[in-house]
């Protein structure tokens, strides 16, 4: 049963980069047929698809994020990051990661909060 | 691109059914799989229904999707209401581009 989990700080300081790591275990990603996705959720708001990548490296941004966001992939350690530049206080969210099959995301790791402030 | 339009809440009672609506804006609905997501308290998301209709292993019955092109929405049902069914409930697709779109939730009360 694969299961993910997110790591990383849960406070960045306005205009810096922001950075988390998705563990997945239980399932390797370099296996094909899946993508790996990251989705924030706002406090008290919907969900946002950031974009995703597959083992091989290819990846596809939501166009909202695109200029900011950079999602790589480290088959040897079976994790997959997410990197968003130049935040604000509008990033301040729960980011999730996610298996995702042809754009449905099952199973999600459990969030991690990541609050964006000085 | 296109949104996924859900209301923002609804409320039934224990036993009784309750369907959650999800408008697509623009395109057809049966042009890519809808998903439904239910989100509880401090939770992530999980799934509910895949691929319009489809139900995961672990998910009861009482739980069934549809899409219905001459609205072009797809509408999760909940029937047999029970208290612990009580939580947000999302939509999602995807467009041609393959980006994941979201409907904005609903809340679900069971009172």
């Known amino acids: 049963q694969v299961q993910l989990q997110e790591s990383g700080p849960g406070l960045v300081k306005p205009s810096q980069t922001l950075s988390l790591t998705c563990t997945v275990s239980?399932?390797?990603?370099?296996?094909?047929?899946?993508?790996w996705s990251w989705i924030r959720q706002h406090p008290g708001k919907g969900l946002e698809w950031i974009g995703y990548?597959?083992?091989?490296?290819?990846?596809y941004y939501n166009p909202s994020l695109k200029s900011r966001v950079t999602i790589s992939v480290d088959t040897s350690k079976n994790q997959f990051s997410l990197r968003l530049s130049s935040v604000t206080a509008a990033d301040t969210a729960v980011y999730y990661c996610?298996?995702?099959?042809?754009?449905?995301?099952?199973?999600w790791g459990q969030g991690t909060l990541v609050t964006v402030s000085s | 691109n296109f949104m996924l339009t859900q209301p923002h809440s609804v409320s039934e009672s224990p036993g009784k059914t309750v369907t959650i609506s999800c408008t697509r804006s623009?395109?057809?609905?049966?042009?890519?799989?809808v998903q439904w997501y239910q989100q509880r308290p401090g939770s992530a998301p999980t799934t509910v229904i895949y691929?319009?209709?489809?139900?995961p292993s672990g998910v009861p019955d009482r739980f069934s999707g549809s899409i219905d092109s001459s609205s072009n929405s797809a509408s999760l049902t909940i029937s047999g209401l029970k208290t612990e069914d009580e939580a947000d409930y999302y939509c999602?697709?995807?467009?041609?581009?393959?980006?994941?779109?979201f409907g904005g939730g609903t809340k679900l009360t069971v009172l």
């Open positions: 996610a298996r995702d099959f042809n754009r449905w995301f099952d199973p």
């Open positions: 239980g399932g390797s990603i370099s296996s094909g047929g899946y993508y």
């Open positions: 990548i597959y083992y091989s490296g290819s990846t």
């Open positions: 623009s395109g057809s609905i049966a042009s890519n799989y």
């Open positions: 691929e319009d209709n489809q139900r």
């Open positions: 999602q697709s995807y467009d041609s581009s393959n980006r994941g779109v």
